[in-house]
C-alpha cells in the first residue's frame, strides 16, 4: 500500500509509542522467561521464543506503513526495557538498533509499500539475523559448539518468521478488527476490505 505522506503525524506517533512502550515491558519479562528456558532446556529452545523481541518494530510498520517506523519502534522499546529494569542498557540499545534496522531493510527491499504475509515473515528473519549477529560481534558463541550454534539460529530464524512475522501480523489485525485502527493504514485497508471495496493487497 503506497503512501503519499511519509512524515509521521501525530496521531501516529501517539501510537507507535504506546505500543512499543508495551512491548517494552513484555521484552524485560520475556529476558527472565528466556534465561529460564535456556537454562531448562538449552540454546536451542531458547532460540524458538527470541522473535517476541522483533514484534514491536512489525507491528507499528504493519499498522502505520511508513518508512523508520520499525527502526524508531524497536528503538522506544528498548528504551522503555532499559528504564522499567534492564541492567544491560548498552547491548538493549544496540540490539534495539540492530534488530530494527533488520526488519526496516526487510520493508525497505519492498519500498515500504508491501505488508504482505511474507514480507513480514522476512522481516522477522531479518531482525533476527541481526540479533544473532549482534550477539556474536559483542560476546562471540564459544559457550556453544557448532552444531549447537547453527541449530540456535535455525530456530531464531523460525521463530523470527511464525512468532515475530505472523504473530505480529495476527496481534495487528486483531486489534485492527476492533475498530481502533480506524484512523491508520491497516484500519483502512481492513475497513475496505470488510466493505467489500477494491483495495492494494499489500
Not at 104 to 119: G, K, N, Q
Request: net charge positive.
Amino acid at each position: 500500500m503506497s503512501t503519499k505522506k511519509k512524515a509521521l503525524n501525530l496521531r501516529e506517533i501517539v501510537v507507535m509509542a504506546s505500543i512499543s512502550v508495551g512491548f517494552g515491558v513484555l521484552y524485560l519479562l520475556w529476558i527472565f522467561f528466556g534465561q529460564f528456558i535456556k537454562g531448562v532446556l538449552g540454546p536451542v529452545a531458547w532460540g524458538g521464543i527470541a522473535g517476541l523481541w522483533v514484534m514491536a518494530p512489525i507491528v507499528c510498520a504493519y499498522i502505520i506503513r511508513k518508512p523508520g517506523v520499525a527502526l524508531i519502534a524497536e528503538l522506544v522499546a528498548a528504551g522503555t526495557e532499559i528504564m522499567v529494569g534492564s541492567v544491560s542498557a548498552g547491548t538493549v540499545l544496540i540490539l534495539g538498533f540492530t534488530q530494527g534496522l533488520g526488519v526496516e531493510i526487510a520493508l525497505a527491499l519492498f519500498l515500504w509499500r508491501s505488508y504482505r504475509l511474507p514480507v513480514l515473515m522476512l522481516a522477522g528473519i531479518l531482525g533476527m539475523v541481526a540479533n544473532f549477529l549482534t550477539i556474536y560481534v559483542l560476546y562471540g558463541y564459544s559457550q556453544y559448539n557448532l552444531a549447537i550454534t547453527l541449530l540456535m539460529l535455525a530456530a531464531m530464524l523460525v521463530s523470527g518468521a511464525l512468532l515475530g512475522g505472523w504473530g505480529s501480523k495476527s496481534i495487528a489485525d486483531a486489534l485492527g478488527r476492533t475498530g481502533v485502527l480506524n484512523n491508520f493504514a491497516l484500519g483502512r485497508l481492513l475497513r475496505e476490505k470488510q466493505h467489500g471495496q477494491s483495495v492494494d493487497p499489500s
